[in-house]
């Protein structure tokens, strides 16, 4: 099993900028993805960034170019650089660990709050 925490969310003016992490333990295998999701109120989960264990990237459409997906394979920690952010930035944010090999798995952590004011 893999365990996910993360942290640094909180509360930010619009055009601010946050810094998320999420430290993952247990049974990490390679190659995995990680990644954020966010969930806003009243909404459904939405894919925000991912990174490979190779270090490859994607980013959803809304947040790339203010968003950053980085990760430190020796600490198993990924990070999520939040630039100009906006009101619609508003979430609680989910890091996940993902792998399809040996067997597909799927792993959550608990959420951290993002709220961006205008």
């Known amino acids: 099993q893999v365990q996910l925490v993360e942290s640094g969310g909180g509360l930010v003016q619009a055009g601010g900028s946050l810094r998320l992490s999420c430290a993952a333990s247990?049974?990490?295998?390679?190659?995995?993805?990680m990644g954020w999701y966010r969930q806003a109120p009243g909404k459904q989960r939405e894919w925000v960034a991912r990174?490979?264990?190779?270090?490859?990237?994607n980013y959803a459409d809304s947040v790339k170019g203010r968003f950053t997906i980085s990760r430190d394979n020796a600490k198993n920690t990924v990070y999520l650089q939040m630039n100009s952010l906006k009101p619609e930035d508003t979430a609680v944010y989910y890091c996940?660990?993902?792998?399809?090999?040996?067997?597909?798995?799927?792993?959550w952590g608990q959420g951290t709050q993002v709220t961006v004011s205008s």
């Open positions: 247990g049974s990490i295998l390679s190659p995995n993805f």
């Open positions: 996940n660990y993902r792998r399809s090999f040996p067997t597909s798995y799927d792993s």
């Open positions: 990174i490979h264990s190779g270090g490859s990237t």
